[in-house]
C-alpha cells in the first residue's frame, strides 16, 4: 500500500469522511492532529499552501482536501494511487 499522510482536526467532519474513505479501503495512514498544535499546522500551511483540513498525501503528492480525496474514488482513480505495484 501507498504511503499516506492526512493532517487533521478532531471535530472535522471532512476530517472523518476522508478518515472514513480510507478507513473502509483499508489503508494505514499517519494522522497529524493539527488541534492546539500551531507549529504543526504551520508545517501542513507551508507543505500544502493551505490552512484548510484536512490535507492528504499520497506517496508524496499532495492530493488537497476531502473534497479531492472523493472526486479521485468517483472517478475511479483512487485504488490505483493507493496500491504500489507487487516489485516496490
Known amino acids: 500500500m501507498a504511503k499516506v499522510e492526512i493532517y487533521t ?5 471532512y476530517c472523518v469522511r476522508a ?3 480510507l478507513d473502509s479501503k ?5 494522522e497529524f492532529a493539527v488541534d ?3 507549529a504543526l499546522r504551520q508545517e501542513m500551511l ?3 499552501g493551505r490552512r484548510t483540513v484536512p490535507q492528504i498525501w499520497i506517496e508524496g503528492q499532495h492530493i488537497g482536501g476531502c473534497d479531492e480525496l ?3 474514488e468517483y472517478r ?3 485504488n490505483s494511487m493507493l ?5 516496490g
Do not use: H
Open 46 to 48: 507551508n507543505k500544502s
Open 19 to 21: 478518515k472514513s474513505l
Open 76 to 78: 475511479g482513480r483512487l
Open 36 to 38: 492546539g498544535d500551531p
Open 9 to 13: 482536526t478532531r471535530f472535522c467532519p
Open 83 to 87: 496500491v504500489l505495484s507487487e516489485s
Open 26 to 30: 483499508c489503508v494505514d495512514y499517519k
Open 70 to 72: 472523493m472526486a479521485l
